[in-house]
């Protein structure tokens, strides 16, 4: 006779699994770990999963990923515009979608910026940085025809956005608390976009 699958186990499973790959990060995890977490035996995980692959892509689905992605691109674009000053700010319309999207999945997030090395997605951080950046030297270069980003001034550039894919990760790994995690993005914004800008003069000689 076979086995029936219960819903409550795979979900709790589903929920050791974000713990596990959040903290280890996906080459570091293991079905061992995730089923200690789970408080299950190896044995009853692989019933469920049979391979760390399978229970990743079913934790971290295809459709999470392209909807933040699809956020992401739309704060960029926003960014991009000249009069969307604070399209990043977790306190503007801009930036209020991707932080409840954020806290909403939060581990999901962490893995998906910072720990899914080895993974289908171990290049999504690479990506969110790349649409950081081009839409900030769009913006740049908007501000006049004869703006140029020097090559130096791309390495900084690039280095602060690598910084913000790894500190965002970082809070979000830090608690679940919402409160505390809101403060703390508003605090990083309120150090970063000022610097933003003040990136930007310095390129346009101002």
Do not use: C
């Amino acid at each position: 006779m076979p086995q029936v699958l219960k819903p409550e186990i795979r979900a709790r499973i589903l929920s050791a699994g974000l713990e596990v790959f959040a903290a280890q990060g996906y080459l570091g995890a293991t079905m061992n770990a995730i089923a200690e977490q789970a408080g299950l035996g190896a044995a009853s995980l692989y019933r469920y999963f049979p391979s760390k692959a399978e229970l990743f892509e079913a934790a971290i689905t295809p459709e999470l990923a392209a909807r933040f992605e699809q956020l992401l691109e739309r704060r960029v674009h926003a960014l991009a515009e000249p009069s969307r000053t604070g399209a990043f700010e977790p306190n503007s319309d801009y930036g209020a979608e991707m932080l409840e999207f954020w806290l909403a999945h939060r581990l999901a997030v962490v893995v998906l910026l910072d720990r899914a090395q080895g993974s289908d997605y171990e290049h999504y951080g690479e990506r969110f940085v790349s649409l950081l950046l081009k839409s900030t030297i769009e913006r740049i270069r908007s501000s006049g025809p004869n703006v140029q980003l020097t090559p130096p001034a791309r390495l900084v550039l690039t280095r602060i956005f690598e910084n913000t894919r790894s500190t965002l990760a970082s809070i979000l790994a830090h608690t679940d608390n919402p409160r505390v995690l809101r403060e703390a993005i508003e605090a990083f914004w309120s150090y970063q976009i000022p610097g933003l800008h003040g990136f930007a003069r310095w390129v346009r000689k101002e």
